[in-house]
């Protein structure tokens, strides 16, 4: 297998054959020969590390430290699902016996999860390995036995083909079909990929407009498919009196750090704060920033919109800058600005998302008022919660768990943990969809129950049948049975 790159339209029938032909090969297949092409896939980027971070460095404008750990979380995350696999749980197995007597009369049926088919992946640009071509998406779609094709970010070209040319070889090596791997790049051909009949889904971590525009696309192809969106998110965080009265230095100090990683370019950037009025927050958190050194953005076209959203921001009737934000030939500031809760009440553009190292404080004088304040948000990944021990905080709380896809107590936003439980995901429009996009449940999106009922064993998928032969968590007649695993 090779690093093919499509960047024709014109090519994508030939290429999708061979993707929905490697579909097939997949479907027969044993998972634990899966799962070892995930650990091939880490160990080669593993190895290549040193030479893809100085590409990413070159490219992204981020730090060496932060690339080295992402490679890591990379194939943290490719070795992780790779567990997953192994472990079972992720196909859903359902058995239910006949049961002649029942009313109506039951038949015998069994129920797994099966993969979609051919996938196509948008890389990002804020996560150059994370979310890009062997990112989180492509590792939970081959984890889910569909084959990718990744539509390379713009913004780190040469990367994303160095990228693929390890991850086409470490496949190849590992004894993975022709097609289960594909690079694609131009927006033409990643449109036109969205709209292709063999592509059964998309995923996609971007803007709102672009996001939206691809979307949309997906539900209008004569067989609608699932797109699965990460667009934008302000990401709210509510400090309440008693917090602020003890440790308002120490939550300055963390916002600012948080505000700032990398350059503000996180989706979980904490972008809106409120504090009590009077709080020492706002100034402190300034002056954490006020001689921060300036940074590039990932491109020159984000660093515009960053140039831009702040001088519309700083012109709205009521804000107070605190710390100015510039853009220049050198890069980009943090910026720091304050508005009251009224004014924020009155103000759209102050629940708006600025992409890049800005935040919002908005003072409160009742916290009631706030949980009243963020249920008018739009939908964010996370929120937050800093209080103390004897505050009662259910109003904001509940207010939050309604408009976000994790609640956090006493900690920032960003810094996201692969794990089982994780949940990276939340209201429209920071996901077009229910599902996470990181941690072991990211898989499900690429799969669909199927359901076999009075079939004949032989006709069954190991997973269903009678012994369990692969040795995999299933529920049977409403019983969970853990059995060993692989």
Partial sequence: ????ILTDPRDLD??????????????????????????????????????????????????????????????????????????G????????????????????????????????????????FAFSVAGGDTAAALTAGCPVIVKA????????????EIVARALTEAGAP????????GREVGTALVAHPLVKAG??????????????????????????????????????????????????????????LGAGQFCTKPGLVFVPAGSRIPELAAASVAAATPAQLLTGSIGDAYAGGWDDLVSIDGVDVLAEATAGPEGVTPGVVRATLEVFAAEPRLREELFGPATVLVTYSDIARVAAAVSGLDGSLTGTVHAEADEDVTAVVGAL???????????????????WSQHHGGPWPATTSLFTSVGATSVRRFQRPLAFQDAPHAA????????????IPRRVDGVLELEATR
Avoid: C, K
């Fill in 89 to 128: 749980s992720y196909l859903e197995a359902v058995l239910d016996s006949a049961d002649p007597t029942a009313a109506p009369p039951r038949p015998d049926l069994r129920r797994m999860l099966v993969p979609l088919g051919p996938v196509v992946n948008f890389a990002a640009s804020n996560f150059p």
């Fill in 178 to 185: 022709d097609g289960v791997f594909l690079l694609a790049e």
């Fill in 401 to 419: 768990s309604d408009r976000v896809g994790r609640v956090l107590f006493g900690g920032w936003p960003t810094g996201v943990a692969v794990t």
């Fill in 203 to 260: 995923s996609f971590t971007g803007s709102i407009a672009g996001g939206r525009a691809l979307f949309d696309i997906a539900a209008r192809r004569p067989d609608p498919i699932p797109f699965y969106g990460e667009l934008g998110s302000i990401n709210p965080v509510i400090v309440s009196p008693g917090a602020d009265a003890a440790r308002a230095e120490e939550l300055a100090t963390g916002l600012a750090a948080s505000f700032t």
């Fill in 14 to 87: 030939a290429a999708l054959a061979r993707s929905a032909a490697a579909a097939e090969t997949l479907r027969r297949i044993p998972d634990v020969v899966r799962a070892g092409w995930l650990d091939a896939v880490a160990d080669a980027l593993d190895a290549g590390r040193d030479e893809l971070v100085p590409i990413a460095r070159r490219e992204t404008h981020l730090a060496e430290a932060r690339l080295v750990g992402e490679v890591a979380r990379t194939t943290g995350q490719l070795r992780m699902l790779a567990d997953v696999v192994r472990e």
């Fill in 460 to 471: 069954l998928p190991e997973a269903l049948q009678d012994g369990n032969p692969l040795g």
């Fill in 153 to 164: 970010h713009s913004g780190h070209r040469e990367l994303s083909r160095r990228t693929a």
């Fill in 1 to 4: 297998m090779t690093a093919d």
